[in-house]
């Protein structure tokens, strides 16, 4: 299916990366159950693995339907995509319960600061000082999805930059084999709606279209931005409005096994203006959902119905359990 995202999108990038990801692990399509919840990110799985399981939920509420999906069936691979909004505004209190209860998951966010698909209102990971198409400028701090999902639990935490593919498609690998839950954030720039020169998560709009176009939907083709970043060095990037962002990709000797320290780097390099990159922190020893809970081995839609409906006997003692 051709996409329908704006020319130079890079959540087009991203799908991009995940079907390279999943054919160097020779994941089989139908191992692969790909979820999504509301926006131009949640409409991205549309355009990849068109052959693997999909479900695209209501807005915010994909951590719910993923559970349920998990539970009922927990040997495939489950790769969620969101959106700033969708995670960080409405979805918010379901996505801080899927990262504490450990869902074993690959969750991204494709994060642009903007909600691209209702033509450009901030989003609540929009930095301070930003300015929207309309002229509003936001006067909150961001949330940082990455150290929220740090101080909740999250056993993978990484943020990517979708022009950077080569990082991309290598963090992809890793949290798909991760056991627990894996959440990236991934620096998208929307070409559209995310028109503010001094704004983290930019492809301005170009100026003269903006003041001039009688179609408001109107959207000039871009190539898309891209970059090769050595470990330990940072990039300027020019941007297509001539704005810079600058990304830091961490180095070779980070430790990734130091939950605060992850917090302080994430910090350091926001207070520099720069957008720190790479993978911030994996345990690999955790506990997932089902272990936490004891879970059946075989999935809950291959027990036949005597062992998912024990009859009488069986809940009788269980109530009594109780007395």
Do not use: W
């Given at each position: 299916?051709?996409?329908?995202?704006?020319?130079?999108?890079?959540?087009?990038?991203?799908?991009a990366?995940?079907?390279h990801?999943c054919?160097?692990?020779?994941?089989?399509?139908?191992?692969?159950?790909?979820?999504?919840?509301?926006?131009?990110?949640?409409?991205a799985?549309?355009?990849?693995?068109?052959?693997?399981?999909?479900?695209?939920?209501?807005?915010g509420?994909m951590?719910s339907?993923?559970t349920?999906?998990?539970l009922?069936n927990?040997?495939l691979?489950?790769?969620?995509?969101s959106?700033?909004?969708?995670?960080?505004?409405i979805?918010?209190?379901?996505?801080?319960?899927?990262i504490?209860?450990?869902l074993?998951?690959?969750y991204?966010?494709?994060?642009n600061?903007?909600?691209?698909?209702?033509?450009g209102?901030?989003?609540?990971?929009?930095?301070k000082?930003?300015?929207?198409k309309?002229g509003?400028?936001?006067?909150?701090?961001?949330?940082?999805?990455?150290?929220?999902a740090l101080?909740?639990?999250?056993?993978f935490?990484?943020?990517c930059?979708?022009?950077d593919?080569?990082?991309?498609?290598?963090?992809?690998?890793?949290?798909i084999s991760?056991?627990?839950?894996?959440?990236i954030?991934?620096?998208?720039?929307?070409?559209?709606f995310?028109?503010?020169?001094?704004?983290?998560?930019?492809?301005d709009?170009?100026?003269?279209?903006?003041s001039?176009?009688?179609?408001?939907?109107?959207?000039?083709?871009?190539?898309?931005?891209?970059?090769?970043?050595?470990?330990g060095n940072y990039?300027?990037?020019?941007l297509?409005?001539?704005?810079?962002i600058?990304?830091?990709?961490v180095a070779?000797?980070?430790?990734?096994?130091?939950?605060?320290?992850?917090v302080?780097?994430?910090e350091?390099h926001?207070?520099?203006?720069?957008i720190?990159?790479g993978?911030?922190?994996?345990?690999?020893?955790?506990d997932?959902y089902?272990?936490?809970n004891?879970t059946?081995?075989?999935?809950?839609?291959e027990?036949?119905?005597?062992?998912?409906?024990p009859?009488?006997?069986?809940?009788?003692?269980?109530n009594?359990?109780?007395?």
């Amino acid at each position: 299916m051709v996409s329908t995202l704006c020319a130079g999108c890079g959540h087009d990038s991203i799908s991009a990366a995940i079907v390279h990801a999943c054919a160097e692990l020779s994941l089989p399509p139908h191992k692969i159950a790909k979820m999504s919840g509301i926006g131009c990110s949640s409409k991205a799985p549309n355009y990849f693995l068109g052959r693997s399981h999909g479900f695209n939920s209501v807005h915010g509420r994909m951590p719910s339907v993923t559970t349920g999906a998990n539970l009922a069936n927990k040997d495939l691979t489950y790769l969620a995509m969101s959106g700033d909004g969708d995670t960080a505004s409405i979805g918010l209190g379901q996505f801080a319960h899927v990262i504490r209860r450990r869902l074993d998951m690959v969750y991204m966010v494709a994060n642009n600061g903007v909600y691209g698909l209702t033509k450009g209102q901030l989003a609540a990971t929009s930095d301070k000082g930003a300015r929207n198409k309309a002229g509003e400028i936001s006067p909150f701090n961001e949330i940082d999805l990455c150290v929220m999902a740090l101080q909740l639990g999250a056993s993978f935490v990484a943020r990517c930059f979708s022009g950077d593919r080569k990082q991309l498609v290598s963090i992809l690998k890793a949290a798909i084999s991760h056991q627990g839950f894996a959440f990236i954030d991934i620096i998208s720039p929307c070409v559209t709606f995310n028109n503010q020169a001094n704004s983290k998560r930019s492809y301005d709009y170009v100026q003269q279209h903006v003041s001039t176009a009688a179609i408001s939907d109107f959207v000039p083709v871009k190539d898309e931005i891209s970059c090769d970043l050595p470990a330990g060095n940072y990039h300027d990037i020019c941007l297509h409005d001539g704005s810079l962002i600058r990304l830091y990709k961490v180095a070779n000797d980070y430790r990734s096994d130091d939950k605060l320290h992850a917090v302080n780097m994430i910090e350091e390099h926001k207070a520099k203006n720069q957008i720190l990159t790479g993978l911030f922190y994996v345990n690999p020893a955790i506990d997932t959902y089902h272990e936490v809970n004891q879970t059946s081995d075989t999935p809950l839609n291959e027990l036949r119905e005597d062992a998912l409906c024990p009859g009488q006997r069986v809940l009788n003692s269980i109530n009594g359990s109780f007395r």
